[in-house]
């Protein structure tokens, strides 16, 4: 059943699929050391900057918990969103490996300062954990965007308080495609500190990379992703991805056809059920009556999001088709 469930539920991308395949030649040390790896790693400098060290992880969970365990001890404390995934879905595995998370009140899934200022309390009380990192997540999980100076804004006031700044970017590329940016002005240049870079969501079959963009907090990664479990051997299918991904811009013809869908499916929904949020990446909120969501889930697969509002996530991806997304709403007017 096609659907709107997650960007996880569509396939490999047809170019990184064969790059998978074009990559299974032969044999090619492990571990990092091959040469498709070393290939990737320069790649991610060009994009973004020099000191930047892409390391390879298995999934967006690991990059966003072994991003915290190398920026964080474990009696300090990290800011994120109510609405984050690391709060909300990641089964307290930050918690677990790095250290106690602070949520804060979201405002269209989104950090702001004067909310974050509520929980920025006891310092040096050795009763409480201790400020130490804010993560904000680009596109955020209800599809909104943080524009270049809101993240600007956010980094500078962490660094007036001597904290240290992730993104949580497990759908970055959709947000350089929107702000129509470089990848080191949405991160580097305003003073992201560690990227979670997602890749399985925007159509490799795989793998994610943390880009440490701090050179001080580089140096022990490899060290803790071992100790985590996800130090990949056969490292050159993930970077033979990572490649297929960057090779003319892939990456941005997949973010703006994820993207492009999403802003069509609202114009087909506006005026008919309730959009909760700004569409800005690849999602929709809507709010859809009860007894057509029963209907509807009969037909295409989505998830409520709310059970109380019946509010659903829509979620479009690399291989969501017009037809998709009008059959849906054919259907949805049919039964009103
Ligand atoms: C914003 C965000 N971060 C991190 C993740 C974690 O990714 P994974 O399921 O690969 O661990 C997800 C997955 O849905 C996500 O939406």
Redo the contacts with the bound molecule.
Sequence with gaps: MRGFG?D?HSGVHPDILKALSDANVGHAPSYGTDELTEKCQELFKTHFGKSADAFFV???????VLSLKTMMKSFESCFVTDM???NQ??CAAPEFFAGKLIAVKSINGKLTIPELEKHYIRLGDQHYTQPRVISL?Q???VGTLYSLEEIKTLTTWAKSKNLLVHM?G??FVNAVYKLSCSMSQMTTDLGVDVL?F?G??NGLMFG?AVVVLNPILGKDFKYIRKQAAQLPSKTRFIAAQFLAFFNNDLYKKIAQHSCDMAQYFNEKLSGKVKINYPVQSNSLFAEIPQPLVKKLKQQYFFYVWDEKTFECRLMTSWDTQKEDIDGFTNFLVSLM
Excluded: L, Q, V, Y
């Design positions: 997650s996880n298995f999934n967006g969970t690991a990059a966003n984050s995934h690391m879905d990641e997540t596109p955020t999980e949580d497990a759908r979670s997602g399985t969501k994610e």
